[in-house]
């Protein structure tokens, strides 16, 4: 298993944009064959920043959800969303290894 990790750089005006687009993507990973672990937005906390994890059994499953995702309608619509908001400064992408039991 493959855990993907992403750290958000927001717009900090534009936290509840980026919640919606959260909500727009996590039945989107689930849908490609992900277990989406959540997004988790600033509070108590820097105004600008967010994290999200998710997994896929494989970094070649993960791959091929990148490359289905460019394909999907949703998915489009969702990226579309995040460029008109501009709610989203930049993001870095991490991928770890999971420890369980």
């Not at 005006?13 to 989406?36: D, M, N, R, S, T």
């Not at 091929?64 to 992408?93: F, H, N, W």
């Amino acid at each position: 298993m493959i855990t993907c990790y992403v750290h958000y750089e927001l717009e900090p005006g534009k936290v509840a944009e980026f919640e919606h687009y959260a909500k727009l993507w996590i039945p989107l990973v689930e849908k490609f064959g992900g277990q989406h672990h959540g997004y988790f937005l600033p509070h108590e906390s820097a105004n600008d920043l967010a994290l999200a994890l998710f997994s896929f059994p494989s970094l070649a499953a993960y791959e091929q959800y990148r490359k289905d995702s460019m394909e999907d309608e949703d998915c489009q619509k969702a990226y579309a969303y995040a460029e008109e908001t501009q709610c989203i400064r930049r993001y870095d992408r991490q991928f770890l290894r999971p420890v369980l039991k």
